[in-house]
Nanobody, 121 residues
Framework: QVQLVESGGGLVQPGGSLRLSCAAS????????MGWYRQPPGKQRELVAD???????NYADSVKGRFTISGDNAKNTVYLQMNSLKPEDTAVYYC???????????????WGKGTLVTVST
């Protein structure tokens, strides 16, 4: 079993900052990448940012220059530092893990349960 535990969501005022964390554990054989997706109210889930095991990053245009994704390979953890938050950043943020487990030896995506980020006065 592979588990993802997210933390760091909450309520913040426009212009504020939050840091999300996601720790992966369990029967992980190899991690290819981790990332964050979000689903705003009434909308589809979208990529926010991702990072490969080699450290290459990718961002949605809407968050470039404001959000920073980073990873700690030793801890199987990915972080999302969110600055200059806007009301349109309000969403449930989901952690994503691209990995192979050592039980089934299958590479697949794993998802966290999500953490709510609300940007509002």
């Amino acid at each position: 079993q592979v588990q993802l535990v997210e933390s760091g969501g909450g309520l913040v005022q426009p212009g504020g900052s939050l840091r999300l964390s996601c720790a992966a554990s369990g029967s992980i054989f190899s991690i290819y990448g981790m990332g964050w997706y979000r689903q705003p109210p009434g909308k589809q889930r979208e990529l926010v940012a991702d990072i490969t095991s080699g450290g290459r990053t990718n961002y949605a245009d809407s968050v470039k220059g404001r959000f920073t994704i980073s990873g700690d390979n030793a801890k199987n953890t990915v972080y999302l530092q969110m600055n200059s938050l806007k009301p349109e950043d309000t969403a449930v943020y989901y952690c994503n893990l691209d990995a192979m487990d050592y039980i089934n030896e299958i590479r697949r995506d794993y998802w966290g349960k999500g953490t709510l980020v609300t940007v509002s006065t």
